[in-house]
């Protein structure tokens, strides 16, 4: 059963501009030092870098916590498995949002201007058929 979903689309060119006009101060309040040792060595580092604002994003939005419950932009990592498939590692803070039942999934997209992704927080059936 889903619990909460969240979705998030943002140009490219405003993390590039981000960056340009905030630089460390930028990457370091919303990016981990892994997510930025990721991105930051890709030939296309903003595309990451957006994909990976675009994830948290759109998990706030699932979780419904709002940016007033004290979780911050640290609280959650973005990575990707040896698929390729991204997910996100959470921090206490953040998993005292979802129940051991819980389980969160991002699946994020791009093309040359967009990132998007989308996350969906579902309770998982232990239940065998």
Same mark, same amino acid.
């Given at each position: 059963?889903?619990?909460?979903?969240?979705? !998030?689309?943002i140009?490219?060119s405003?993390?590039?501009?981000?960056?340009? %006009?905030?630089?460390?101060?930028?990457l370091? =309040?919303i990016?981990?030092?892994?997510e930025?040792?990721?991105?930051?060595? @890709?030939?296309n580092k903003?595309?990451?870098?957006?994909a990976?604002?675009?994830? @948290? $994003?759109?998990?706030? %939005?699932?979780?419904?916590t709002g940016? %007033?419950k004290?979780?911050g932009?640290?609280d959650? $990592?973005?990575?990707?498995?040896?698929?390729?498939?991204?997910?996100?590692?959470l921090? #206490?803070?953040? =998993?005292?949002?979802?129940a #051991? #039942? @819980? $389980?969160l %999934?991002?699946?994020?997209?791009?093309? !040359?201007?967009?990132v998007?992704?989308?996350?969906?927080?579902?309770? @998982?059936? !232990? =239940?065998?058929?």
């Amino acid at each position: 059963m889903v619990i909460g979903i969240g979705v !998030d689309i943002i140009e490219i060119s405003r993390i590039k501009q981000s960056v340009a %006009k905030y630089g460390d101060r930028f990457l370091s =309040k919303i990016y981990t030092p892994n997510e930025l040792n990721y991105c930051l060595n @890709k030939p296309n580092k903003y595309q990451h870098l957006a994909a990976r604002f675009a994830a @948290k $994003e759109a998990i706030y %939005k699932a979780l419904a916590t709002g940016w %007033k419950k004290g979780v911050g932009w640290q609280d959650m $990592e973005i990575i990707n498995e040896r698929s390729g498939m991204p997910i996100a590692h959470l921090s #206490d803070k953040v =998993k005292t949002f979802l129940a #051991d #039942d @819980k $389980e969160l %999934k991002i699946s994020m997209s791009h093309s !040359d201007n967009y990132v998007t992704c989308v996350a969906i927080i579902y309770q @998982k059936n !232990d =239940k065998q058929s």
